[in-house]
Each structure stands twice: as C-alpha cells, then as structure tokens.
C-alpha cells in the first residue's frame, strides 16, 4: 500500500466527501443486516403464531419497509457522493501528475513512450479509485458490520459467537491477505498494468505509423504484434481472474460453514429453551448478510492490487529526475531579444556530437533561417534555447543573460516556440489560440489570425472564433492548421520566436506563401527559423547552412 499512500495528501483533500461516503455506506450495509435479520424473524414469528391476533403484523411490516427505503436511499447516496469524491481526487491527480511530468519528459524520453504516457495519465490513474470507493470504504464498513455481529451474537447467542468471529475473520481477513500475496507473488499484479500499458503502446504506435504500415507492407507485421499483446494481457487477467474465483469459493465456503456452525449451536440452545425460533432464523440470515460485506471486500482487494502497481508506476513517473533543473539562485532576465550561442557542444552520444562549438549570434528583432538535413541538430539548437536540454559544454545567452541561471518560466515567457506538428486541439479556434495567451481579447485574437493570413478564413466559417475544428484539426488543410499555430505563438508576448520546421508536410507552393508572410507577421521580434525549405531571397535577414554540428553561411 506504500505506493498508493504516495497520494494520501490528494486523497486528504475531499475527505470530507469519502467520511460522508463511509457513513452512508454504514448505513446501508447496517439497514441490509438489519432487514435480512427482521425479515427472517418476522415471517418465521407470524407462521409460528397460533392465531392472527396474537402477533403484531404492523410494526414488523413497517420497519421492513423503512429498511429497505433507508437501504436503497443510503446506497444511492454513497455511489453518488463516493463517485463524486473519486472523480474530484482524479481529476486532481491528473492535474497534478501533469505538472510534475512537464520538466522529467525529457529525463524519462528514453525509457518511457508516448503509449506509457497515455496510459499512465489515463489507465493508471484511474486504477486509483479503487483506493477508497472499492477498498477502504468496503473494507472498514465490513469491519464495522462484522464487530457489531460478534456483539449481537454475544448477547443473544453466546455461543455462537466465537464461531462466528472465526468465520468472519477468516473470510474478511485472511483470505483477502492470501490473495494480495499470491498476486504480489511473481508480479503478476504489476505485470497485468504492464501488459495493459504495452497493448496501449502497440495501438497508438500503429494508429501513428498506420501510412508507414501500408505502404511497406508491414500490416501482418502490426497485426501479429498487437494480437500477442492483446494475448498477453489476457493469459495475466485469467491467471488473476482464476485466483479471485479461488479466493471468493472460500469465503462463501466460510459463509456456509459458520452459518452451518451456528445453526447446530442455535438448534442446541433452541432446545434448551435459550433463544426462540424466530430470533435464531433472523441471525442466521442477519449472519449470511454480512458476509456478502466480506465478498465485496474480496472483490475491491482483487482490484487494489492492480492499482498498487499502476500508483508505482505513477509514482515512479513523478518522481523521477527532472530534465532540466531550476537554478537554486536565479538572475532577473534583462529586457531585450538578442540571442547568442558561444561555442556549444551537445550530443546524446559523448562520442558523436551532433553541435560542436557552435556559435550564433542574433540581434534582437534579426529574422534567422537555419537549414539543414535531417537529423543535423536543427530542432537539437532550439531545444536548448529553450532549455529542454542542457548544452554539454559552451553557454546560451538571451538579452545578455546566460539562459541556464534565469528562471524557465522567464526563459518560457520570453521565447515561443512552434514545432512542425505543432497540434490543433479539440477544441473551437478560440480555445486554441487560447493557449497561445489565456488572457488575450478577441481584438488581439482577430489580430494574430489576420497577422498569420487565416482572419478571412476564420469569418467565413459558421461561427467564427467559436467554430468547433474537430479531431486533431480535421476541419483544416495543413497550411490552416500551420497558420493556426502560428497565429498562436504571434499571440504570446514573447521577444523571440523559435519555428521548426513550420511547413514540413506542405507543397512548395503553400510552402512559400508562408514563409512569405512570415516577415511581416513576426516583424519586431527575433526570429529563428529551422527549416529543409530552399527559401527565397529577401525572406531573411540571415541565412545559415548546419553542416557537420557548425553553422556556415547560406549563399
């Protein structure tokens, strides 16, 4: 429980909620004994009534009543503020992982995929509301029933009561604790979120690469991949299904055996003329309700183990090392857009480095162009402008500052940065421009479309900026979706602007109409441009050739 106890402080934040849950989860369960037990004593009192007035039908009948509407109202009311609860502390927990995976995904690039991200932000997370609404909250409420049992019995069936606390201790306790070790045993627990997080992977991978997939052929490949996740993931569940249905024929075993117990004993103090009849049917039913409170305790354990595993991986994504690290004593950044690379070097490879004593130097309001072949350090030099990645050796200055003593979120005020899929979310052209600068008003949004030449195209839709644009942009061709994107980074405020590859994917002659406008649209700011494109004179103040980790001039 270690790792899921990493989240107690989030879990702390709606207790009030879970304590309104566990209470109305007393209740229920309480009204569920009470009304089996009642409802035994009631029909074996009236059967065993000599004549029809000498038994009070009434009062009886009336309590069932009232038992079964307390029931139905307190279960209703436990699913509706329990799931409220869990999906607020979700909800939390997504906002929250979030934030600590923004400065590790670079750290944890290497080792964790974009499918393991989905996932873990997803399916894992998730997988925590077991934590109290299937766990906890069953567990201390079959706690709770099974206590007051054992004092009832105390009382009215004394010998029977020791029975019954063994019974109930096995079933609620031990064979629950049986079947955490048996799936902690071998990691089947950890690894059926594994599985689950690869057969993710392998969807997302071939939905990503689904054009790469055809045109090689490669379709039986992608198939036989994904079916042996998919196998996988099935053989663990079954393996772990196949425990839980061992784990819940014992408790039912215990049922039967206590309730068996309990009768022979009741039977003899029956006779004995201890406890009447009727009294000992209503324990007896009163005994086989609360050990369904003990199958449920079964069935939230069967999943809390999984969630054990998904709240380690969560942990383990949250926690590990940073990318980037903030300086422990940071300098105010001056005013200004000038930008200047002194002989960095950066590599992922010490011994292949794709920068070698690279320098650049780029007033502030200069429009650069750097190009180059794939895979020359293009993207590489406007990751570290930015920060998210550290240069090996050599400094990067902005306004005269050295970038790695500011604050990122200075750095990230002052430079905007538009990569080549770059993506149009689901949302309305407002909400995407929003992102931009959440602060921004509708005057400042038609000017960064008109700035990014998509004003015209924005008006003629239905509903203008509040137009929905579907999945992934799909109501847009690929020059509007790079317009769009565009007109987003010209919303920030930032001083310089860093654009990779902006028109990949577009044909020459959207290409150029783009970097056309480009200059006037980011006029007054620096701007850095990485591009493949053969551009134009006249479209940059500067151009520059990345060759072999050095910049040459461009003729």
Not at 92 to 107: E, K, S
Not at 136 to 141: E, I, K, R, S
Not at 180 to 203: D, K, P, Y
Not at 442 to 469: F, H, I, K, S, Y
Request: charged share 20%; glycine share 10%.
């Amino acid at each position: 429980m270690s790792a899921i106890l990493f989240f107690r402080p989030l879990f702390l934040a709606e207790r009030g909620r879970f304590a309104a849950t566990l209470l109305l989860a007393l209740v229920a369960l309480g009204a569920g004994v009470a009304l089996l037990g009642l409802s035994g004593w009631f029909l074996t009192g009236a059967s065993l009534a000599t004549a029809a007035l000498s038994f009070n039908l009434f009062a009886p009948s009336a309590a069932v009543r009232g038992l079964s509407f307390l029931r139905i109202a307190a279960r209703y009311g436990e699913k509706l503020v329990g799931h409220d609860a869990t999906l607020r502390v979700l909800g939390t927990i997504r906002a929250w992982l979030f934030h600590r995976l923004m400065p590790r995904v670079g750290a944890l690039r290497p080792g964790l995929r974009r499918g393991d991200l989905v996932s873990r932000l997803t399916a894992d997370v998730d997988a925590l509301d077991t934590a109290f609404l299937l766990a906890v909250g069953p567990l201390l409420g079959s706690l709770l029933v099974g206590a007051a049992m054992v004092l009832a019995l105390a009382i009215l069936l004394p010998d029977a009561a020791l029975v019954y606390a063994a019974g109930w201790t096995a079933a609620t306790l031990l064979v629950p604790a049986l079947f955490v070790r048996a799936s902690h045993r071998g990691g089947a627990a950890a690894a059926s979120v594994e599985a689950a997080a690869m057969l993710r992977v392998a969807c997302l991978d071939t939905i990503d690469g689904h054009a790469d997939i055809v045109a090689f052929g490669a379709r039986p490949w992608a198939e036989a991949r994904f079916t042996e996740e998919a196998r996988w993931l099935g053989a663990l569940r079954k393996s772990q299904g196949r425990r839980a249905a061992r784990a819940g024929a014992a408790i039912q075993a215990l049922a039967g055996a206590t309730l068996l117990g309990t009768l022979v004993l009741g039977l003899r103090a029956h006779g004995a003329g201890e406890i009447e009849g009727p009294l000992m049917v209503g324990l007896l039913l009163a005994i086989l309700a609360s050990f369904e409170a003990s199958a449920a305790v079964m069935r939230s354990v069967a999943r809390l183990a999984e969630a054990e595993a998904a709240a380690r991986r969560l942990r383990e994504a949250a926690t590990g090392p940073e990318a980037v690290i903030e300086p422990a004593d940071p300098t105010a950044l001056p005013p200004g857009g000038a930008v200047a690379f002194e002989s960095v070097r950066f590599g992922h490879r010490a011994d292949r480095p794709v920068l070698r004593n690279l320098d650049l130097c780029v007033p502030a309001g200069a429009q650069v162009a750097i190009r180059g072949a794939s895979g020359a350090g293009k993207s590489t030099l406007l990751h570290l402008l930015l920060r998210l990645a550290e240069p090996q050796a050599g400094r990067i200055r902005l306004a005269g500052a050295d970038i790695a003593a500011v604050r990122l979120a200075d750095l990230h005020a002052r430079v905007a940065l538009l990569e080549q899929n770059a993506p149009v979310f689901l949302d309305t052209v407002r909400g995407n421009l929003l992102v931009g600068r959440a602060d921004a008003g509708e005057a400042e949004l038609w000017d960064a479309l008109d700035r990014a030449r998509l004003g015209d195209t924005v008006r003629a839709m239905p509903r203008g900026l509040d137009t929905e644009l579907g999945e992934g942009g799909r109501t847009l061709s690929a020059g509007q979706a790079r317009r769009l994107g565009l007109a987003r980074v010209l919303l920030s405020r930032a001083a310089v602007l860093a654009l990779d590859e902006p028109t990949s994917g577009l044909d020459r002659e959207a290409e150029l109409a783009f970097l056309r406008d480009l200059r006037s649209a980011c006029a007054g700011r620096t701007v850095l441009l990485v591009t493949h494109a053969e551009t134009e004179p006249g479209f940059f103040d500067r151009q520059y050739r990345l060759v072999d980790g050095r910049l040459l001039p461009d003729q």
